[in-house]
């Protein structure tokens, strides 16, 4: 090798020394100058996907990360309760992993819950608004009809039955978030709602759980539903697992939501306020026969379906019932109910500062017993 060679590797390598030793002790350094980081700066890198793979914040999970997003839908005047949500959820889990979030509404975000929201996070955001007719209640539907049900319903003192906003996000969750634009490079979500809490530590990466398990639905709390918002579901299901038995999944857990092998109801269903899931389901053709048999009949609106029983139904029947996970070392709560880790050892694991004697899956209207019994 000539003298001069020997020059160029011997700076070469000073050059490459000098970089590692400031990359390990100024952060920042390591940030601007990671290839991530540049190539999140050439003109064709969306911005969007800056911290996907891997700032150093999140360095030691970015090469893990799965194709997933935490989901929330909210109003401009759930700010505060939003902001709260994602606060904590960041402090418990997400600072340690960085993954996007996707805020949609069906009005424009203002500046103000924006502003709120991108304050506490530390990874990529998003904000869409949902098309209108993924939204509103369909020319289909015969509003004499509805307006009719709805006033029965408020007779009857059902929650939420006069409201016809609230159907509309229900069958919005039902059939339609996951066909959102901003979601479509996805598969993964976690639905995060405003104003609820995240008790424990979460150190272990769900999304990768269900990953690695070949698992499609992650849930925390079971209940019954009321009989009243859903007179007509279940014939209705019935109707289509007889028009198309073929989708009906050989190891469904149909134990779990009917008593009688099928006869009717029991009415248990997954809490979908919290929900860790797949959207390749969803998307799938089964999924989107199913909610399109299930809308055509009108029952989001003449009715008051909500999207929990829809997507517990759709995913007991037509998924194999392996692929239904139980989080019990997430701790959560959703006004008025609280799930605390009980299985050995995730509570203290976890750090959980809820009481475990106060969990739901001991209360009377926890499905949690028609849960077990399956396994
Ligand atoms: N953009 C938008 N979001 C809504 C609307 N109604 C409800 N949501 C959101 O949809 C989700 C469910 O609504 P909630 O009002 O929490 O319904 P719920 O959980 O059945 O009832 P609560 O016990 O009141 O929490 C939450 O994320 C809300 O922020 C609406 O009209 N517009
Ligand atoms: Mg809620």
Not at 11 to 39: K, M, N, P, Q
Not at 226 to 243: G, L
Request: hydrophobic share 35%; net charge negative; proline share 4%.
């Amino acid at each position: 090798m000539n003298t001069a060679a020997r020059y160029v590797i011997l700076v070469l390598l000073i050059i490459i020394g000098l970089h590692a030793i400031l990359s390990f002790t100024h952060e920042d350094y390591g940030r601007v100058t990671s290839l991530s980081h540049i190539s999140s700066q050439l003109p064709w890198a969306d911005p969007h996907d800056s911290a996907l793979f891997g700032d150093t914040h999140h360095a030691a999970n970015a090469t893990q990360r799965q194709n997933a997003t935490l989901l929330m839908l909210a109003r401009n005047s759930d700010t505060d309760n939003a902001v709260r949500s994602v606060r904590e959820l960041e402090d418990k889990f997400n600072k340690k992993f960085g993954y996007p979030w996707v805020f949609l509404n069906e009005e424009e975000f203002s500046e103000e819950f924006k502003r709120r929201v991108s304050n506490v996070i530390s990874g990529p955001v998003s904000f869409g608004q949902i098309p209108h007719d993924h939204w509103y209640q369909p020319d289909f539907i015969d509003e004499a009809k509805a307006s009719a049900a709805r006033e029965q319903m408020i007779k009857d003192n059902i929650i939420y039955g006069g409201s016809v906003s609230y159907r509309n996000m229900c069958r919005f969750n039902s059939g339609f978030f996951y066909r959102h634009e901003l979601l479509q490079k996805y598969k993964w979500y976690w639905r995060v709602e405003p104003d609820v809490h995240f008790h424990c530590d979460i150190d272990s990466d769900p999304f990768k759980f269900m990953e690695d398990n070949n698992k499609i639905y992650g849930f925390t709390i079971t209940m019954y539903e009321y009989h009243a918002t859903i007179p007509t579901m279940w014939d209705t299901v019935t109707r289509f697992t007889r028009e198309n038995p073929q989708y009906v999944h050989p190891n469904n857990a149909m134990a779990y939501i009917s008593d009688n092998g099928g006869e009717s109801y029991n009415l248990c269903h997954f809490w979908s306020n919290f929900e860790i899931a797949s959207m390749d389901f969803w998307r799938g053709e089964v999924y989107s026969k199913f909610f399109d048999y299930l809308d055509a009949t009108g029952g989001f609106y003449y009715e008051r379906w909500g999207d929990a029983p829809v997507h517990s139904l759709g995913v007991t029947l037509f998924a194999d019932k392996d692929q239904i996970h139980f989080f019990d070392d997430i701790g959560y709560e959703h006004n008025p109910y609280v799930h605390c880790p009980r299985q050995s050892g995730n509570w203290e694991k976890g750090k959980c500062a809820c009481n475990p004697e106060r969990s739901f899956d001991f209360d009377g209207y926890s499905c949690m017993r028609q849960w077990e019994r399956i396994w």
